[in-house]
Each structure stands twice: as structure tokens, then as C-alpha cells.
């Protein structure tokens, strides 16, 4: 959840194990044609693979731009399980800008 400073008891192994459980019975009515996850670090790529026995992530959609940082380590994670990486706000620029960082 987004609010997982505010209530780090929301943001467990545990819980997201319960909820990628849930998207993949609703997988197994043919209710969705495919599910993924949002802002997943390779710990929690980990920890839903550990219960994913209908099916894998599809897809793991990341704010990804020039000032995001250095992500690379989930873009590997996410090839190695074969997870497509999408990047949201890809347009978006450097989070703080000063002149002289332009071309």
C-alpha cells in the first residue's frame, strides 16, 4: 500500500503473499486475462513468487524517469522471472533541477 510508512503492518510478506492469492483465484475464474503488481522491490517480487503456483506477475509498472534513481536491480529481477518492467511518468524530469544541469 502506499501509505506503508504510516502502517507498516499493512505492508508484511504476509499481506501481499494474502493478496496476490486472491488475484489469482479471480485469474483462475477467467475473470482477469492477466494480473501484476505496482512499485515492487525484488524482495517483494520474492515474496510473491513464493505463492504464485497459478500464475507469475505480468507485468511490474514502476515510476521510472531521469530523477527516479538507479532501479536497475528490480529491471534485472523482473527479467529474470519474465515480468515485463513498465515504467509510469516516464516523462517526468530530475525531481530537483538547477540550470546548470541542462544541456
Same mark, same amino acid.
Given at each position: 500500500?502506499?501509505?506503508?510508512?504510516?502502517?507498516?503492518?499493512? @505492508?508484511? $510478506? %504476509?499481506?501481499? #503473499? %494474502? %493478496?496476490?492469492? @486472491?488475484?489469482?483465484?479471480?485469474? @483462475?475464474?477467467? #475473470?482477469?486475462?492477466?494480473?501484476?503488481?505496482? /512499485?515492487?522491490? $525484488?524482495?517483494?517480487?520474492?515474496?510473491?513468487?513464493?505463492?504464485?503456483?497459478?500464475?507469475? $506477475?505480468?507485468?511490474? #509498472?514502476?515510476?521510472? /524517469?531521469?530523477?527516479?534513481?538507479?532501479?536497475? /536491480?528490480?529491471?534485472?529481477?523482473?527479467? #529474470?522471472?519474465?515480468?515485463?518492467?513498465?515504467?509510469?511518468?516516464?516523462?517526468?524530469?530530475?525531481? %530537483?533541477?538547477? $540550470?546548470?544541469?541542462?544541456?
Amino acid at each position: 500500500p502506499s501509505d506503508w510508512k504510516e502502517s507498516p503492518d499493512r @505492508a508484511t $510478506p %504476509e499481506r501481499r #503473499q %494474502e %493478496e496476490w492469492k @486472491a488475484l489469482q483465484d479471480i485469474y @483462475a475464474t477467467g #475473470q482477469a486475462r492477466s494480473i501484476g503488481i505496482s /512499485h515492487y522491490c $525484488p524482495r517483494h517480487i520474492d515474496d510473491v513468487l513464493r505463492v504464485s503456483d497459478i500464475v507469475t $506477475p505480468s507485468v511490474n #509498472q514502476v515510476e521510472y /524517469h531521469v530523477g527516479s534513481g538507479d532501479i536497475d /536491480h528490480v529491471i534485472e529481477k523482473c527479467r #529474470q522471472h519474465n515480468i515485463t518492467f513498465m515504467s509510469f511518468s516516464s516523462l517526468c524530469g530530475p525531481c %530537483e533541477y538547477e $540550470p546548470q544541469d541542462s544541456l
